[in-house]
Nanobody, 115 residues
Framework: QVQLVESGGGLVQPGESLRLSCAAS????????MAWYRQRPGKQREYVAR???????NYADSVKDRFTISRDNAKNTVYLQMNSLRPEDTAVYYC?????????WGQGTQVTVSS
């Protein structure tokens, strides 16, 4: 049973940075995309960033100038480097792997940006 384990969340002040990680607990074959989503308080879950196994990346406009997604295919791990964090970035962040005809989700990690 494959599980995605997230880490790196926490409480930071505006302008600071965090790096989120999400790793599969076991090997996964045929991963074709890894992505991050988030759910802000009182809002629906929204798309943040995506990277394919070939390395192509895509970002939501709200984070494009500040966040960077990367992956390590050999380790089945995806990262989200978050710079210049703002209070509106406060959310539960979820990773998502798409492999073959299956989708896997992390349990979510809390990111709070507050002074």
């Amino acid at each position: 049973q494959v599980q995605l384990v997230e880490s790196g969340g926490g409480l930071v002040q505006p302008g600071e940075s965090l790096r989120l990680s999400c790793a599969a607990s076991g090997s996964i074959s045929n991963i074709y995309a890894m992505a991050w989503y988030r759910q802000r308080p009182g809002k629906q879950r929204e798309y943040v960033a995506r990277v394919t196994s070939s390395g192509a990346t895509n970002y939501a406009d709200s984070v494009k100038d500040r966040f960077t997604i990367s992956r390590d295919n050999a380790k089945n791990t995806v990262y989200l480097q978050m710079n210049s964090l703002r209070p509106e970035d406060t959310a539960v962040y979820y990773c998502n792997f798409q492999a073959g005809r299956l989708a896997y989700w992390g349990q979510g990690t809390q990111v709070t940006v507050s002074s």
